[in-house]
């Protein structure tokens, strides 16, 4: 079983910035990529960034320029450096690990779903 735990959340005020956290745990052999989505209050679940295990990374226009994506393979975390925070980035925040392999004999592997963390950006 792959556990995702996110941290990093909270309230900031516009301008401000916030660092998300999310950690794989489990029996992993191999992730293909990371990445972050948010859904807005009311809105669908959106795309923030991921990033692959060869560090190619890709962002949502609107983040784009704000917003950092990296990775640690070493330790199956992947970190969001959120700068220049608007209120309209406030949303609950999900860490997504996209084609987990448990074992080299696993050739497919499957996505695993963070529990969310709030991101309020208000004055």
């Known amino acids: 079983q792959v556990q995702l735990v996110e941290s990093g959340g909270g309230l900031v005020q516009p301008g401000g910035s916030l660092r998300l956290s999310c950690a794989a745990s489990g029996t992993i052999f191999s992730i293909y990529a990371m990445g972050w989505y948010r859904q807005p209050p009311g809105n669908q679940r959106e795309l923030v960034a991921s990033i692959t295990s060869s560090i190619r990374t890709n962002y949502a226009d609107s983040v784009k320029g704000r917003f950092t994506i990296s990775r640690d393979n070493a330790k199956n975390t992947v970190y969001l450096q959120m700068n220049s925070l608007k209120p309209e980035d406030t949303a609950v925040y999900f860490c997504?690990?996209?084609?987990?392999?448990?074992?080299?004999?696993?050739?497919?592997?499957?996505?695993?779903w963070g529990q969310g963390t709030q991101v309020t950006v208000s004055s």
């Open positions: 997504n690990a996209d084609r987990v392999r448990t074992a080299m004999t696993d050739p497919f592997g499957r996505d695993y």
